[in-house]
Nanobody
Framework: QVQLVESGGGLVQAGGSLLLSCAAS????????MGWFRQAPGKEREFVAA????????YYTDSVKGRFTISRDNAKNTVSLQMNSLKPEDTAVYSC???????????????????WGQGTQVTVSS
């Protein structure tokens, strides 16, 4: 049974940092790309970042480029999201997900992701 469990969310002031982690279990994920999505109240789910299993390329939505960094540890089946210079508009529930796809065109589409975690709340106060 595949499980994705996020941790590291919380309340932080604007300009602060948080490190989100996602532990995957139930199978080997070395041939799965791993990504982070977020959903704010009243808004649709939004792609945040992903890392491809094929070439380890990383992808980010424009609003987080230069502030967020995604990384993975295949030995531990984990993916992390370092979030710096946080802004109130980053407030959302952040979820990790995995997909067997690995090319740029597929990284941004949530429908391409097979497994999802339950999410962790990130709240950035102004």
């Amino acid at each position: 049974q595949v499980q994705l469990v996020e941790s590291g969310g919380g309340l932080v002031q604007a300009g602060g940092s948080l490190l989100l982690s996602c532990a995957a279990s139930g199978r080997t994920f070395s041939r799965y790309s791993m990504g982070w999505f977020r959903q704010a109240p009243g808004k649709e789910r939004e792609f945040v970042a992903a890392i491809s299993w094929i070439d380890s390329n990383t992808y980010y939505t424009d609003s987080v480029k230069g502030r967020f960094t995604i990384s993975r540890d295949n030995a531990k089946n984990t993916v992390s999201l370092q979030m710096n210079s946080l802004k109130p508009e980053d407030t959302a529930v952040y979820s990790c997900a995995v997909t067997p796809a690995g090319f740029r065109a597929t990284m941004f589409d949530p429908s391409r992701y097979d497994y999802w975690g339950q999410g962790t709340q990130v709240t950035v106060s102004s």
